[in-house]
């Protein structure tokens, strides 16, 4: 791949608000990139099934979803297998019968899925679509090097989110933890009772009222700091 082309992909990462943002500019910049083809698509398991993360313009729709529904298809072979998967002419393609039908309908004639590596998942491809038989032979190179970089952005990009969403889950932690203690602390004072007893009223107030013990402590502390809003219940 071109050093302009990798500069374009980091540039992507910077500007890119998040992950769904950086999978379009790359499915975008592959059109581009990639001789031959008209579309392109991002495959990758997450929680045990295949998902489109992200698709370009001119992506025919529900072409990814059909294979996954039958679980069989170039973009599926290639995420499960790590092995690519080239066809150049879908009308007399007999691999996968109840897909090629569906891409034909949709002018899609020629696919090449090439398996990426991504950080955290088990299985990833990024797709390409052609319009016209065997269009896509000659941009196979082009599309395995773009393939590599590609699959180091989206690592490097899940890595990211997942450090975000780990740090929220630990901001969320620490106040459901803030405010469980001061209605703890506030039974205590009016209760004359122990942090362990005042733990153990607010949960059962919890389960009777079927209401997590978070949400339920945030409504006694609510009531303590503006008694008015108790009124207004």
Avoid at 174 to 203: F, K, P, T
Avoid at 205 to 213: D, F, G, I, T, Y
Wanted: aromatic residues 4%; contains cysteine.
């Amino acid at each position: 791949m071109s050093s302009e082309t990798s500069d374009t992909l980091d540039q992507a990462m910077v500007r890119s608000s998040g992950l769904d943002t950086l999978l379009r500019d790359l499915t975008d910049r592959a059109v581009q990139e990639v001789p031959g083809a008209t579309a392109c698509s991002i495959t990758v398991r997450r929680v045990d099934r295949l998902l489109t993360l992200a698709g370009s313009d001119g992506l025919p729709r529900g072409l990814d979803l059909r294979q996954y529904e039958n679980g069989s298809g170039p973009c599926v072979e290639a995420a499960e297998t790590g092995a690519e998967q080239y066809a150049p002419d879908l009308a007399a393609e007999s691999r996968w019968p109840s897909y090629t039908g569906y891409a034909l309908s949709t002018g899609v004639r020629c696919v090449l899925a090439v398996p990426i590596a991504v950080e955290g998942e088990t299985g990833a491809a990024i797709n390409f679509y052609g319009a016209r038989a065997g269009v896509l032979g000659t941009g196979r190179e082009a599309a395995r090097a773009f393939a590599a970089r590609a699959g180091d952005a989206i690592s490097v990009a899940l890595r990211i989110e997942r450090r975000r969403q780990s740090a929220a889950d630990v901001r969320t932690a620490l106040l459901s933890r803030s405010v469980i203690d001061q209605a703890i602390g506030i039974l205590m004072a009016r209760e004359r009772i122990d942090a362990r007893d005042a733990l153990e009223r607010l949960r059962r107030a919890s389960q009777h009222r079927n209401v997590k013990l978070r949400d339920l402590c945030g409504q006694l502390v609510a009531k303590v700091s503006d008694p008015a809003s108790g009124r207004r219940q």
